[in-house]
């Protein structure tokens, strides 16, 4: 059943994505956010649809199983990495994945985000790994992220994009947007010859 405070999520998805998009974070139908709603079911956001336009109504609501309960579309393609994520945290009620562009071409171009350059990464990010390559959408994918869940909120998905988690919807985005917020910091320090100033 549907509470209250359930219902309150759906126009939060929405204004995530958007502020997902808006800050470059996503773009057309990449990404996917998805909320643990309080029964146990999940709430994500659909496939192939852009991101930056959704409705409420494109939201699509799976029970733990990923039987689709509510929704039109198909939900994400990425669903089967979510499921893993709320199995192996039960802390998690929410994930955010993007394809970062500071983040992607930081790690795509042989440099490493750690150790941190920044107190706030420190802090808020702890240790971030790159998870190897694996095809998205499949388990495997699910089965790295997951083993590297234990080492912190943030992971970055090699050749792929960057996932975080966190108790409530907004900490996940706040996550999302440090990681690439560091990530861009670090990768302009490194443009100017810097990168030895850490804060470790």
Request: with cysteine; charged share 20%.
């Amino acid at each position: 059943m549907t509470t209250q405070e359930d219902s309150d999520l759906r126009p939060q998805v929405i204004k995530v994505c958007r502020q997902l998009y808006n800050k470059g974070l996503i773009a057309a139908s990449d990404g996917n956010v998805s909320v643990r709603l309080s029964g146990g079911d999940i709430l994500i956001t659909p496939s192939g649809v852009h991101k930056g336009f959704l409705n409420e109504a494109d939201l699509v609501e799976v029970d733990s199983k990923g039987h689709v309960l509510k929704g039109l579309g198909r939900p994400s393609s990425e669903l089967v990495m979510h499921m893993a994520i709320y199995r192996q945290d039960p802390g998690a009620t929410a994930i955010v994945h993007t394809h970062p562009p500071w983040t992607l071409a930081l790690s795509l171009s042989g440099n490493q985000l750690l150790p941190h350059l920044l107190i706030e990464g420190q802090m808020f990010l702890g240790e971030v790994t790159i998870v190897p390559f694996e095809m998205p959408g499949t388990e495997a994918l699910a089965r790295a992220v997951v083993d590297a869940l234990h080492k912190g909120p943030a992971q970055i998905l090699a050749h792929h994009g960057a996932v975080t988690r966190g108790p409530t919807l907004w900490k996940a985005f706040e996550l999302m947007e440090c990681l690439e917020h560091t990530s861009r910091i670090a990768a302009l320090v490194k443009m100017l010859g810097g990168g030895d100033a850490s804060c470790e």
